[in-house]
Nanobody, 124 residues
Framework: VQLQASGGGLVQPGGSLRLSCAAS????????IGWFRQAPGMEREGISC????????YYADSVKGRFTISRDNAKNTVYLQMNSLKPEDTAVYFC??????????????????WGQGTEVTVSS
């Protein structure tokens, strides 16, 4: 069971990036997915989630209206579209999964499987 996050990079303020979280060894349809980020010296922060049935999504206030979580079940991949990026969005971004059709939460303790991070830097 693996999660592979990718898509990070350097972007100017106001720009966009799309992060991907590809799963292998299990089917994402039945799993809730959370996106988290951790800035240097800061605790890991939950920013978005999608329930296993993709019926519930949730966003932290810090990203609401700018970030969008979505799924492509055929590719077994979850995406995080990040628009209007700000310097304070600079962090290592992680995806995580827990087998649950209805759950969607932003606490790190609620997730079991974690991918490696992908680094996002927003700077001019």
């Amino acid at each position: 069971v693996q999660l592979q996050a990718s898509g990070g990079g350097l972007v100017q303020p106001g720009g966009s990036l799309r992060l991907s979280c590809a799963a292998s060894g299990f089917t994402l349809d039945y799993y809730a997915i959370g996106w988290f980020r951790q800035a240097p010296g800061m605790e890991r922060e939950g920013i978005s989630c999608s329930s296993g049935g993709d019926t519930v999504t949730y966003y932290a206030d810090s990203v609401k209206g700018r970030f969008t979580i979505s799924r492509d079940n055929a590719k077994n991949t979850v995406y995080l579209q990040m628009n209007s990026l700000k310097p304070e969005d600079t962090a290592v971004y992680f995806c995580a999964a827990i087998q649950d059709l209805h759950f969607c939460g932003l606490r790190t303790a609620d997730y079991y499987f974690w991918g490696q991070g992908t680094e996002v830097t927003v700077s001019s």
